[in-house]
């Protein structure tokens, strides 16, 4: 749904789709490549970061490279990778360095720290930026407007290179401190007295995660780099509660987003990449919300649904059973077969015939009863699960009242829902402890 | 250092004690909360630390665990500094101190308390897996082991990190709160886990809040309102007049309670 969305928005073509995945451009090889190196080094990190709840600190330092970026560009008067990596890197490292200075030097809480940082880097950055855009070698062929929202296509073997330097350099960190990493995340001090060096994790963390976001500047651009490590990572933590579980997804969900994005944007003609992809993967998001096993919209849902269905057939069962029974002038148990006339039981249950008709089919179709001849008919299936359910409801309703000494007229709304999701061991307890009082 | 070989090795005199605090002052943004303890813990005791809320027992319990930076004076674990004796000295932190939605499990947490054992980049192996098990066994959540821990009761939790502090397997214990927000059973099972790991020779710094059962549980008790207000076994230090130099006028019902304590022991 939302991928049509984005080829919508991208004016798409199918030449164009078969020459991107025909991998023939080298541009587009390089875009790829590039991607796949982003998508596992921030999907790694970012699950660190959300996990730290240093999401903002993430977003803070991708605005911050800009004055880097730009200051790169200036020294070296042309794109070249080297100094604006290491332009970026460093502006992104002092930033980290500011944040944590100004928080121990005042008051301010950490969130206005980054806000502040992140706002006056930018500024600086944006000032540099259209400065350099006058110059004569700042033209517009320099190809640094891109580093807004990102060009993937304009992503040279060079920098190639260096992204795949990087994306080593963050999966050995993180595969070597991964037991300090998860430590430090889930009990910081805890970690301190058993003697964990928590600073210098903290600060190999940042300074992964600086490298990341260096690297994502080509293909994302600085304002939007943030989602490449947030949003897969809060996607994937929706889905699991396993770590190793979550850093996969994590990478799964930034490269498939990085992928799918940058085929869109080809398509709509070399489009900015940054956008795509964060809608992509905020798409991707919005899947693992609604689908999330546990909390997810979509599961809550169908549980809700599946059990009020349930309910409702377990009620319609129960009302033939006891529509036969008072039909048996002598009461007691029916003899079998238990069955009563469409009318009567229409009569019993207040129900239009064909309202009731529509109830019955459910029960029809699992082979609990049979309709025949204006007669409903429990099949010996059906008799079974009847009187199970009747026992249940008189347990329930007993146990309220005598253990839980609630009033008769306040557990028949408590007996009408539990009957439905007694288990027999829960029921088989109860009884025991039912008899257990009467003896 | 050499030393000739006939010489009799020089045994200290006495044994230093697990925990030694020395004018102790630790602040909080320059206003200390802590003023000048001087104490020594003995040996194989549980010990309580009671106090009214903001007294500054988990700040003290951090301090030992030299999670804060101390203003003046000094700990020292086993007579040397805490840096050389982490090993000796495990945590049980206050159980709202972390994230309990942490994609980990209740296994995953245990196994946290033999990392210190284990030094940087090392990886846990099938033996400590199996001591972790036990470990949890012990706290009687052996069940639980694959459970997320975001599934668990508040006593589930505490068991947990319980667990993981007997994986850490030391000589000394510093607990914060351990029985805050239990139910009766816990509670119970609780201290019969620290009467074992006292027999075992262990000592235990416990922060404690009721005062109904804390003579029951403590064999000393360390009474604290900013400063030292008192320390020593239980019988002595557990007094009305104590109890009102620590609480001050707030403490009417407990030093009515505390009064009838000491009188049955009288
Ligand atoms: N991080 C902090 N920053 C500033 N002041 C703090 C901080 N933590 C604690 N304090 C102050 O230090 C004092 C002692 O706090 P502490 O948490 O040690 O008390 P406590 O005895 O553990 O209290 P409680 O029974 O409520 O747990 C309190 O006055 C508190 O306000
Ligand atoms: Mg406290």
């Given at each position: 749904m939302n991928y049509s969305l984005v080829l919508l928005l991208a004016d798409g073509d199918w030449p164009q789709f078969v020459r991107f995945w025909s991998l023939r451009d080298p541009a587009v090889r390089a875009a790829l490549a590039g991607v796949l190196f982003l998508g596992v080094s921030s999907g790694l990190l970012g699950a660190f970061i959300v996990l730290r709840r240093l999401s903002l600190l993430g977003d803070s330092l991708g605005h911050a490279v800009l004055p880097g970026v730009c200051l790169g560009f200036l020294v070296a008067q042309a794109k070249d990778p080297r100094w604006i990596f290491g332009g970026a890197l460093a502006a992104a490292l002092v930033a980290s360095w500011l944040i944590t200075l100004i928080g121990r030097r005042s008051v301010l809480k950490p969130d206005a720290c980054m806000g502040l940082v992140m706002s006056g880097f930018f500024g600086i950055g944006y000032m540099l930026l259209t400065r350099i855009q006058q110059l004569p070698f700042g033209s517009r062929q320099s190809g640094l407007n891109q580093v807004l929202f990102g060009q993937a296509s304009a992503i040279s073997d060079r920098d190639l290179w260096f992204m795949g330097v990087a994306t080593l350099v963050i999966v050995l960190g993180v595969g070597l401190a991964y037991k300090e990493l998860t430590l430090t995340s889930f009990d910081e001090q805890f970690a301190a007295t058993i003697g964990v060096p928590t600073r210098t994790v903290h600060y190999l963390l940042m300074t992964l995660v600086a490298l990341s976001i260096v690297i994502s500047i080509q293909a994302?651009?600085?304002?939007?780099?943030s989602a490449m490590l947030i949003t897969p990572a809060a996607a994937a933590w929706l889905l699991t509660d396993r770590l190793p579980v979550m850093l996969l997804l994590s990478v799964l969900f930034a490269t498939a987003g990085g992928v799918l994005g940058l085929n869109a944007s080809f398509m709509g003609r070399n489009l900015p990449t940054g956008p795509f992809i964060v809608v992509t993967l905020s798409g991707i998001f919005a899947g693992a919300w609604c689908?999330?096993?546990?909390?997810?919209l979509l599961q809550r849902w169908l549980r809700r649904r599946r059990h009020r269905l349930r309910a409702q057939r377990e009620n319609v069962l129960k009302s033939i059973y006891l529509a036969a029974e008072a039909s048996?002038?002598?009461?007691g148990t029916p003899p079998a077969p238990i069955a009563v006339s469409l009318a009567r039981l229409a009569g019993y249950r207040d129900e239009s015939p064909p309202k009731l008709r529509a109830a019955l089919r459910p029960l029809v179709r699992r082979g609990l009863i049979d309709v025949a001849a204006e007669q409903v008919v429990l099949t010996p299936l059906g008799a079974e699960r009847a009187i199970e359910i009747i026992r249940n409801f008189r347990l329930w309703e007993r146990f309220l009242t005598e253990e839980a000494s609630l009033p008769v007229d306040h557990t028949q709304a408590g007996a009408e829902q539990l009957e439905h999701i007694l288990s027999p061991d829960l029921a088989r307890e109860l009884e025991a402890r039912l008899s257990d009082g009467k003896s | 250092m050499t030393r000739p070989a006939d010489d009799p090795p020089r045994e200290p005199a006495v044994h230093p004690p697990p925990i030694e605090v020395h004018d102790l002052t630790v602040s909080y943004d320059k206003k200390p909360?802590?003023?000048n303890i001087d104490v020594a813990f003995p040996e194989g005791q549980i010990i309580g630390v009671l106090g009214p809320n903001g007294a500054g027992k988990s700040t003290l319990i951090k301090a030992i665990m030299g999670l804060l930076p101390i203003e003046s004076g000094w700990v020292k674990i086993n007579g040397r500094p805490l840096a050389r004796e982490r090993r000796a000295v495990g945590y049980v932190p206050q159980r709202e101190s972390v994230d309990w939605d942490f994609p980990v499990t209740v296994a995953d947490v245990v196994l946290m308390g033999v990392y210190g054992r284990l030094g940087l980049f090392r990886r846990p192996g099938r033996a400590d897996r199996e001591f972790c098990a036990n470990c949890l066994e012990q706290v009687g959540m052996a069940t639980y082991a694959d459970r997320q821990i975001s599934q668990l009761s508040g006593g589930q939790r505490q068991r947990v990190f319980l667990a993981r502090a007997l994986a850490q397997d030391s000589r000394i214990y510093l607990m914060d709160e351990p029985f805050a927000g239990v139910d009766a059973a816990t509670e119970a099972a609780i201290i019969e886990l620290l009467r074992a790991m006292k027999r075992q020779g262990r000592t235990l710094l416990v922060v404690h809040h009721d005062l109904q059962t804390a003579p029951e549980y403590f064999d000393s008790m360390l009474m604290l309102?900013?400063?030292?207000?008192a320390f020593g076994p239980t019988r002595d230090v557990f007094t009305t007049q104590v109890l009102h130099k620590t609480y001050g006028g707030r403490l009417t019902i407990l030093s009515e309670a505390a009064e009838q304590v000491a009188g049955t022991r009288r």
């Open positions: 994302v651009g600085v304002v939007l780099l689908l999330a096993p546990q909390h997810g048996q002038a002598a009461g | 909360v802590l003023w309102n900013m400063r030292l207000v």
